[in-house]
């Protein structure tokens, strides 16, 4: 990693990237393989990588969020990260997990079927990899850091890019299209990663039907789809037969933001280009949804299951005996006191999972677990079921704003089954949130509008064919409910994948205690670990 220059946007920005691109490189394995892969810091400040989606069974040390689970890699520092798949298969991607560095570090990770595995779909000929991302004509390190400091919200992006490639629309001669050449009559698989910074993402192809096969690495019951929804962190593997008219068809992106328009509506294009097309791009432009389709959005989500269901390995949804540890979890944006010669009228934007708005700390939460000598870093309070914020009936957004600093985890014990229910509190922009587990998979049974209700709502629970994911959507003011069983003992971080809102404290984090034999215990820290700068 080290700084490399980019012009786009008629502009010369310097990021830090990985081997001098953007996006950085995509990593190929095969699903049950570990990957070694060696970070040398060349850059101007720390950071730190996470492989998104991947368990890590027993080894939270190379699962990446700073401060959570590592030291950041100092600059001339270097660390490598052993990335241990077990049963992901499809596509998930790595990136940098400290500040808003993910911007500009980040790459696909692809799991291909072990050797004398086939797909569940009919084989593609060929694959590409599609990754949405934000654009900013900064460092990105630098946006956060001027963001909080001013207490207010982040700028809107200059620009978003597929691939790394703004479009043709911007004006700027440098700003180029992302051409996919495709032969009329063959089958391709997308991958897709939505690496935006804050927007959830509609995608379509003109003309052309996407077929999904799997989100974040995990199978689902084939559907057709005329776009789909994909939001920050998520992964999806999208069929699509270039069976049209041989020709220039664009593709085509447009955030999604729950309940109104973003300022800008922002269309980014690529083009899905069929070998020997004579012409120019056909030009009927693409039908995407509206920004604000919230419909359109919930019934792209809705159709996901499972496809694993007759499959092995079984399903294993803990069943509603096996549940012994819930979660319900309120989560909303706050603002928090500040000092007032700094800030706007002595407040700041903050954000907040039942009123506690995450602070890191200064030495990982990780390290002083598991050397118990360290103490002061976090506490075990996280307040699990607050009945002030988890009424079922009460209006909650006015309970918003209450919110307390703290570095609180839940402490889960081995093989628990846990459920966990969020609570979006809010609606419109910001409103809805795509959150993200660490070190799990976990299955979606249930989502709804408006308050959780623990009497009705779990009637209405998908315990049959639940996919298996690791970033839900929960719709602004709605819930959605989660299960799993804790059999991955750890550390491990639970946030927002909107950057401003994990930066601004949504997130949380869970401790999940050894089992009682060494296989069900974390492994012991591999050699070379970071330090902290204070430590
Ligand atoms: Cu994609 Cu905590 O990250
Ligand atoms: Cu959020």
């Known amino acids: 990693m080290r700084e490399a220059n980019f012009t786009q946007l008629c502009n010369t920005t310097t990021l830090l990237v990985a081997n001098d691109s953007y996006p950085g490189p995509e990593i190929r394995a095969s699903r049950g393989d570990t990957i070694f892969v060696n970070v040398h810091n060349q850059g101007n400040y720390s950071f730190t990588i996470h492989w998104h989606g991947v368990k890590q069974p027993r080894n939270p040390w190379s699962d990446g969020p700073e401060f959570i689970t590592q030291c950041p890699i100092q600059p001339g520092a270097n660390f490598t990260y052993e990335v241990i798949l077990s049963d992901e298969i499809g596509t998930l991607w790595w990136h940098a997990h400290s500040d808003w560095t993910r911007g500009s570090i980040h790459g696909a990770l692809v799991i291909l079927p072990a050797e004398n595995e086939t797909y569940p779909f009919p084989t593609p000929d060929f694959e590409q990899t599609i990754i949405l991302e934000s654009w900013f004509n900064r460092d990105y390190k630098q946006i956060i850091d001027q963001t909080l400091a001013s207490g207010l919200l982040p700028p809107e992006p200059d620009a978003y890019a597929i691939n790394g490639h703004l479009g043709d629309t911007t004006g700027c001669p440098n ?6 050449q495709v032969q009329y009559g063959n089958t391709y698989l997308l991958r897709i990663v939505n690496a935006a910074m804050n927007e959830e993402k509609f995608f379509a192809i003109m003309n052309h039907t996407l077929t999904v096969v799997a989100r974040d690495a995990s199978y689902v019951q084939m559907f057709t789809s005329d776009y789909i929804l994909i939001s920050p962190g998520q992964t999806m593997d999208v069929l699509v037969v270039a069976n049209q008219n041989v020709g220039q068809y664009y593709m085509a992106t447009r955030p999604f933001s729950d309940g109104s328009a973003p300022p ?14 004579m012409g120019g791009l056909n030009a009927s432009f693409i039908t995407l949804p509206a920004e604000n389709d919230t419909n359109a959005a919930n019934n792209f989500t809705s159709q996901l299951r499972n496809a694993n269901v007759t499959q092995n390995p079984p399903l294993d949804v803990p069943a509603d005996d096996e549940i012994n540890t819930r979660v319900y979890i ?13 800030c706007v009228q002595g407040f700041r934007l903050a954000a907040s999972m039942n009123n506690v708005s995450f602070a890191l700390p200064r030495i990982d939460i990780l390290q002083a677990y598991y050397n118990m000598s360290i103490s002061g870093v976090f506490t075990e309070d996280f307040p699990l079921n607050p009945p002030e914020l988890y009424d079922f009936t009460g209006d909650l957004t006015s309970l918003n ?18 459920e966990i229910v969020l609570q979006a509190t809010q609606t419109g922009p910001g409103g809805s949130h795509p959150i993200h587990l660490h070190g799990f998979s976990f299955y979606w049974v249930g989502t709804g509008s408006g308050n959780f209700n623990n009497q009705t709502d779990p009637t209405t629970y998908n315990l049959v064919d639940p996919p298996l994911i690791n970033t839900v959507h929960v719709p602004g003011r709605s819930w959605v409910a989660l299960r799993f069983f804790a059999n991955n003992p750890g550390v491990w971080f639970m946030h927002c994948h909107f950057d401003r809102h994990a930066s601004w404290g949504m997130d949380a984090v869970f401790i999940v205690r050894n089992g009682t034999t060494t296989e069900t215990s974390i492994l012991p820290p591999p050699p070379g670990m970071p330090t902290c700068p204070s430590s």
């Not at 700003?175 to 996919?180: A, G, I, K, S, V």
């Not at 704003?401 to 846990?418: E, K, S």
């Open 175 to 180: 700003d180029t299209l992302f051409r996919m």
């Open 330 to 342: 309120a989560i909303a944006g706050n603002t928090l006191p500040c000092d007032p010669s700094q």
């Open 264 to 277: 800008v509506d922002y269309i980014t294009t690529g083009v899905f280009d069929y070998i020997n097309s």
């Open 401 to 418: 704003t209450a919110a307390v600093q703290g570095t609180r985890v839940v402490m889960l014990n081995y093989g628990d089954g846990v």
